[in-house]
């Protein structure tokens, strides 16, 4: 692949190295000092897997071009890396690129069933299971579109289940997004740039150049010779991290549940609701991630308000425009719609097989062997535990303050925010409530101004 890499005109091959470091496998290492922000490695366009580049293939792009409907950019990108991967000549460099790619995969779609049950409970559970048939289903229609139309170039015993799977594996953990300028989004993989592996402690520091369409990698930090090379592949959840990449961070910061929000199109005045939604920038179905950080995202709350609207709640709503159900809109909807956060929130976590307290015990104890699959899986189930606690927490002092009474007024945490733990200080005009800080303040603005003007007024 070297020597492939650099006829091609790639940059910056001679201060690196591949190596293996103990936590996280193989990698790059660097040969010499780079100060941050330093172009450590350029990967010219012309060598970089992209769908463009499928399509422009003499023998893949005709039959690329000729499925119907036309594949997906990710079924486009692992067709291409099996097509390389089965030619017996021709195609060298790329050939080089795809020997020296992992033989296999710890996904959470290639876990026994022992092992994904130990994330029972967890979206990483749910999602993958789909996954699994919704693979099957893709490689069946494959099978039809393309691999039966040109058995010379596609042999069924190169693109089977298995070999499908791997390549899925394949673009998952090494492609990199892109969007351009213009909004188009960009999906390819880079040979050598995919060896680098991933730290949350560096700014994101691979760039794809629009103009000349090259990969760079820049030094997200200082570099002394020997260190290993890393770059950011993003705010991932470990329940994410599992699906795609094959490897979890404990305590992962970013850890994360997605709920997922939907109503029955029979349900009453389904319609109206459907636009009131749309104008509050959801979705009659919403995924909604709850984080560490915010358990229970304003969404949440916005858009159970819109569901749960009875007929005279829906003419008012519907006059706030964009602003819509952004507050509470009465004691009884909000009420409602806290009632049944918390017991779903209460009913999700029933459903997950090991507490989460019993998983900590476990891999103190080692049950699950340090970087196996299943001690994985337990650090996505007590990620999402601690997620969903917290949101249920949230869900029952927000419950506890409308059934007070002392809601609508609550100076005693930031009204945009929730944080109590706060330095607090009280809308200048209103008095009603307080912020924990400017970005608060700003942010709750738009849909306090209603209310804030009025009360306002009301005290003169
Ligand atoms: C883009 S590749 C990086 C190169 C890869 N290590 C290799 O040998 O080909 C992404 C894969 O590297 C591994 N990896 C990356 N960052 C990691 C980390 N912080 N901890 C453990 N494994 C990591 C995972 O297996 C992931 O799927």
């Not at 636009?275 to 919403?286: E, F, N, P, Q, Y």
Request: hydrophobic share 35%.
């Amino acid at each position: 692949m070297d020597s492939w890499l650099r006829e091609s005109g790639a940059l910056g091959l001679d201060s690196l190295e591949l190596a293996d470091f103990p936590d996280t496998g193989r990698g790059v290492k660097t040969t010499r000092s780079f100060k941050e922000g330093e172009k450590i490695l350029t990967i010219p366009a012309k060598i970089l897997w992209t769908v463009k580049h499928a399509y422009a293939d003499p023998l893949l792009g005709p039959a690329l071009k000729s499925a119907q409907p036309p594949l997906s950019v990710e079924d486009t990108l692992a067709i291409y890396l099996l097509f390389v991967k089965s030619r017996e000549s021709g195609y060298e460099g790329q050939r080089s690129h795809v020997a020296a790619l992992p033989t296999s995969y710890s996904s959470s779609i290639l876990f026994e069933e022992d092992e994904l049950e130990v994330a029972a409970g967890t979206s990483l559970y749910t999602i993958t299971k789909q996954l699994e048939q919704s693979i099957e289903d893709d490689h069946r229609s494959l099978l039809v579109r393309l691999f039966i139309q040109y058995p010379d170039l596609f042999p069924l015993d190169k693109f089977g289940i298995d070999d499908y799977k791997w390549a899925l594996c394949t673009v998952w953990s090494r492609a990199m997004d892109f969007v351009l300028p213009n909004g188009t989004p960009v999906r390819l993989l880079a040979p050598f740039a995919d060896m680098l592996n991933h730290t949350s402690s560096v700014k994101q520091c691979h760039a794809y150049d629009p103009s000349t369409g090259n990969l760079s990698v820049l030094a997200g930090k200082d570099y002394q010779p020997g260190d290993q090379v890393f770059i950011n592949y993003g705010p991932v959840s470990n329940s994410r991290l599992l699906r795609l990449y094959g490897f979890v961070i404990p305590g992962n910061p970013n850890d994360s549940y997605d709920l997922v929000l939907s109503t029955h199109p029979q349900a009453p005045f389904y319609e109206q609701k459907e636009k009131l939604w749309k104008m509050a920038g959801l979705d009659s179905t919403a995924t909604i991630p709850l984080t560490l950080t915010d358990p229970l995202p304003k969404k949440v709350l916005r858009y159970l308000r819109i569901q749960r609207l009875d007929a005279q709640n829906l003419a008012v709503v519907a006059r706030q425009g964009s602003d819509a159900a952004e507050e509470k809109v009465s004691d009884e909807n909000e009420v409602e719609i806290l009632r049944f956060l918390v017991e779903s929130f209460e009913y999700l976590l029933s459903g997950f097989g090991t507490p989460l307290e019993k998983l900590e015990e476990q891999l103190e104890k080692g049950v699950y062997p340090a970087g196996s699959n299943a001690w994985a899986a337990a650090h996505v189930s007590i990620g999402e535990q601690k997620v969903l606690r917290l949101a249920k927490k949230r869900a029952e002092e927000l419950l506890s303050l409308v059934e007070s009474g002392s809601d609508g007024n609550a100076k005693d945490r930031c009204a945009n925010c929730g944080k109590a733990d706060a330095p607090l200080s009280l809308c200048g005009r209103c008095k009603s409530v307080a912020y924990c800080g400017r970005a608060c303040q700003v942010a709750h603005y738009k849909g306090h101004k209603t209310k804030c003007q009025a009360l306002a007024a009301k005290s003169g």
